[in-house]
């Protein structure tokens, strides 16, 4: 999907519409901006996550009740999961 804009005479650049919309993109969302060479490259900025304290993140999971479960369990849930997301 390629497009012409203008730059502004206070440098600001209108996103074409479709390209707007096909990327989801919505009034006062975040874009961070860098240069490559001679290209001005515009990502989607990542949401900022919550940062929270290890007392209040112990407050918000609860204990887990249940049989133990060894590390190479875990390790082994870990790697399918891994391996579910990422097949292509």
Not at 25 to 50: C, D, F, M, W, Y
């Amino acid at each position: 999907m390629n497009a012409q804009t203008k730059i502004s005479s206070k440098g600001q650049v209108v996103i074409p519409k479709d390209i707007r919309d096909s990327l989801q993109l919505k009034a006062g969302e975040t874009l961070n901006v860098s240069r490559q060479g001679r290209r001005i490259v515009l990502e989607v900025a990542e949401p900022e996550r919550e940062r929270i304290s290890y007392e209040e993140f112990r407050r918000r999971v609860p204990s887990y009740v249940g049989p133990a479960v060894s590390i190479e369990d875990m390790n082994r849930a870990v790697d399918r999961m891994f391996a579910e997301r990422h097949r292509p």
